[in-house]
């Protein structure tokens, strides 16, 4: 009777592990609506191919105070996309799965400072990321940034 007990209970343990790990270790995880870490925009990641990418779908003041009307990117460095609007601007670019919750070698856009960065995501929880951006490829000089999923 005790070897039954024992031999369930192993087998129970053995397939919870299994489920667990596959739903771990899956590379559209990432998809889905994001909150910021300042909580003033959100960010819908989208797959393209074997891609991924996250455009602007949501904004806590999409409008400019000043002419009330939708917010461009006026920090573009590039004369000619200043005036695009923000919203639904793809933000993040070309990120790759790299296996054990992990995404990497993509560009996120920074509409407040005009800049693009280097770009790297890992999967925190289900409702969780990190966010890396950094600069020539070093990842080590950069920031990260917490997003959260948006139910």
Not at 49 to 55: H, I, L
Request: overall charge positive.
């Amino acid at each position: 009777m005790n070897l039954l007990r024992l031999t369930t209970l192993l087998l129970i343990i053995c397939i919870s592990l299994t489920s667990f790990s596959s739903k771990a270790d899956d590379p559209d995880a990432l998809l889905g609506k994001w909150l910021s870490s300042k909580k003033r925009n959100q960010v819908q990641i989208f797959k393209q191919g074997n891609k991924y990418f996250g455009k602007l779908v949501w904004m806590l003041e999409p409008n400019d105070p000043v002419t009330n009307k939708p917010k461009v990117d006026k920090e573009n460095p590039d004369d000619k996309l200043r005036n695009r609007p923000l919203m639904h601007l793809v933000l993040l670019t070309n990120l790759t799965y790299k296996g054990n919750n992990m995404w990497g070698d993509g560009e996120i856009y920074n509409p407040e400072d005009g800049k693009t960065y280097s770009c790297e995501v890992s999967l925190k929880g289900p409702n969780a990321i990190d966010l890396r951006g950094y600069v020539m490829g070093l990842s080590f000089l950069g920031k990260s940034k917490t997003w959260t999923r948006v139910q």
